[in-house]
Nanobody, 125 residues
Framework: QVQLMESGGASVQTGGSLRLSCAAP????????LGWFRQAPNKEREAIGA?????????AESMKGRFTISQDKDNDKKILYLQMNNLQPADTAMYYC?????????????????WGQGTQVTVFS
């Protein structure tokens, strides 16, 4: 079982920046793939990107550019970050951290089995 705890969501003005964090307590194994997803109101959930076991960052094509995913770890947990710049109202969504041990799931950014509760990002003009 992998528990994930997101933080950092907020309301920001158009053009602003935010950094989201996701902690996976008790997990430091390199083969655990952590990723970011988001779901806007009345829309399907979409992938942002993930970091695979080799540390390679995989971005969904539509997310390349303004979003930067990075990862860190300390003695007892991995931490995944999502840096978002030049935020637009269209970026308003619930942002979720997810995890998978599956190579294919990680590479395809789908089929993640573990999910956090989400953190809300609201961008106002």
């Amino acid at each position: 079982q992998v528990q994930l705890m997101e933080s950092g969501g907020a309301s920001v003005q158009t053009g602003g920046s935010l950094r989201l964090s996701c902690a996976a307590p008790g997990h430091t194994e390199s083969w655990l793939c952590l990723g970011w997803f988001r779901q806007a109101p009345n829309k399907e959930r979409e992938a942002i990107g993930a970091i695979d076991k080799d540390g390679t960052v995989l971005y969904a094509e539509s997310m390349k550019g303004r979003f930067t995913i990075s990862q860190d770890k300390d003695n007892d947990k991995k931490i995944l970050y999502l840096q978002m710049n030049n935020l637009q109202p269209a970026d308003t969504a619930m942002y979720y951290c997810a995890a998978t041990y599956g190579f294919t799931a990680c590479q395809s950014l789908s089929g993640f089995g573990y999910w956090g509760q989400g953190t809300q990002v609201t961008v106002f003009s």
